[in-house]
């Protein structure tokens, strides 16, 4: 992976998971909590073109899919 794709999937890991715990009003911890049992961060990481192209509620929806299908 280059620096350049690397950079990119911080920041937008960054972006979704600070628009997530804005929208679901939550802190960090629970954040964390979520992602090690649904590994979201690395879903992010796995796709990060289809993350930069989706606005702010998109990122929120696209993760709340991902969890409810990984239950």
Same mark, same amino acid.
């Given at each position: ?28 911890? $629970? ?25 702010? $509620? ?14």
């Amino acid at each position: 992976m280059s620096d350049l794709r690397l950079n990119n999937s911080i920041f937008l890991m960054y972006l979704a998971i600070e628009d997530y715990k804005h929208e679901h009003n939550i802190t960090s911890l $629970p954040f964390l909590q979520l992602d090690e049992k649904y590994e979201i961060l690395i879903y992010i990481a796995d796709c990060p073109d289809v993350f930069d192209s989706m606005t702010k $509620p998109e990122m929120v929806r696209e993760i709340d899919e991902y969890i409810a299908t990984n239950q």
